[in-house]
């Protein structure tokens, strides 16, 4: 846009520059017709030989003005046709980012409910269920989850002769031990499955998005440098939330 200004202002330069020479070699030419109006009474030539010469020159300075307006023109032509190229592709970029933006708010929509039905299974237990659930949910994997179980079962089995009611506490803990297990399975599952869909739709707009955001900087950067100053374009990223996601622009004058 700005090389389109500047090509525009180009073009009414030298259209006024055009008709000034124009207006020049018009009392140019009075001025030679009146001085050889004089040559033929008697009058010295030196005065129209001088005219003649500077209508030459103006007459070349109107032409060589003419060719750059024509080459102007074309590169104004050229200028238009790229830049409707690269708004076409702006605006496909940005009908991207804004389906997959709607898609990762789908995503976590999802995964808020799954929290939430998390939480709500978890406050439906008794006290002593929920301290059970407590107690194992610092372990960091649904393995560690296993043995602790087998752990439990080989405990059970030892004192099960010597206290019978051990033995349905310890199978109704187990069934707890085990809807619980399920429980956790599943919301794992669907976590794992939302973090690799947001993984693999990153993986398709981010790079186009740094490709973008490092060709503005670039332009930005060139028009600040024509004034003496810096400036740069870059995306503030956080990793958790994607939220809080910005562009950040930095000038600095001198």
């Given at each position: 846009?700005?090389?389109n200004a500047e090509t525009t202002a180009r073009i009414k330069a030298i259209k006024a520059d055009a008709r000034a020479t124009?207006?020049?070699?018009?009392?140019?030419?009075?001025?030679?017709?009146?001085?050889?109006?004089?040559?033929?009474?008697?009058?010295?030539?030196?005065?129209?030989?001088?005219?003649?010469?500077?209508?030459?020159?103006?007459?070349?300075?109107?032409?060589?003005?003419?060719?750059?307006?024509?080459?102007?023109?074309?590169?104004?032509?050229?200028?238009?046709?790229?830049?409707?190229?690269?708004?076409?592709?702006?605006?496909?970029?940005?009908?991207?980012?804004?389906?997959?933006?709607?898609?990762?708010?789908?995503?976590?929509?999802?995964?808020?409910?799954?929290?939430?039905?998390?939480?709500?299974?978890?406050?439906?237990?008794?006290?002593?269920?929920?301290?059970?659930?407590?107690?194992?949910?610092?372990?960091?994997?649904?393995?560690?989850?296993?043995?602790?179980?087998?752990?439990?079962?080989?405990?059970?089995?030892?004192?099960?002769?010597?206290?019978?009611?051990?033995?349905?506490?310890?199978?109704?803990?187990?069934?707890?031990?085990?809807?619980?297990?399920?429980?956790?399975?599943?919301?794992?599952?669907?976590?794992?499955?939302?973090?690799?869909?947001?993984?693999?739709?990153?993986?398709?707009?981010?790079?186009?998005?740094?490709?973008?955001?490092?060709?503005?900087?670039?332009?930005?950067?060139?028009?600040?440098?024509?004034?003496?100053?810096?400036?740069?374009?870059?995306?503030?990223?956080?990793?958790?939330?994607?939220?809080?996601?910005?562009?950040?622009?930095?000038?600095?004058?001198?």
């Amino acid at each position: 846009m700005q090389e389109n200004a500047e090509t525009t202002a180009r073009i009414k330069a030298i259209k006024a520059d055009a008709r000034a020479t124009l207006l020049h070699v018009a009392n140019l030419t009075l001025e030679y017709a009146v001085s050889h109006e004089r040559s033929v009474t008697g009058v010295l030539l030196t005065i129209p030989q001088k005219v003649v010469t500077q209508m030459r020159a103006f007459h070349e300075s109107l032409v060589e003005a003419e060719i750059r307006l024509i080459e102007v023109k074309s590169e104004l032509r050229g200028l238009i046709k790229e830049n409707s190229a690269i708004l076409d592709r702006q605006r496909a970029q940005e009908h991207k980012i804004n389906e997959r933006t709607n898609h990762e708010r789908v995503l976590r929509a999802k995964y808020r409910e799954l929290q939430e039905a998390t939480q709500s299974d978890i406050y439906s237990l008794s006290e002593e269920e929920r301290q059970i659930v407590m107690e194992y949910k610092e372990l960091p994997t649904l393995e560690a989850l296993e043995l602790e179980v087998q752990s439990v079962n080989a405990r059970l089995e030892m004192m099960a002769e010597g206290n019978p009611g051990a033995i349905r506490a310890y199978q109704k803990r187990a069934g707890d031990i085990e809807k619980t297990r399920e429980n956790l399975e599943q919301y794992a599952a669907s976590l794992e499955e939302i973090k690799e869909n947001i993984t693999n739709i990153r993986q398709k707009w981010e790079p186009e998005l740094d490709v973008l955001i490092r060709r503005i900087s670039g332009a930005f950067a060139h028009n600040f440098e024509q004034i003496g100053c810096a400036g740069e374009v870059q995306v503030n990223k956080d990793e958790d939330d994607f939220d809080n996601w910005s562009v950040q622009i930095s000038v600095r004058f001198r």
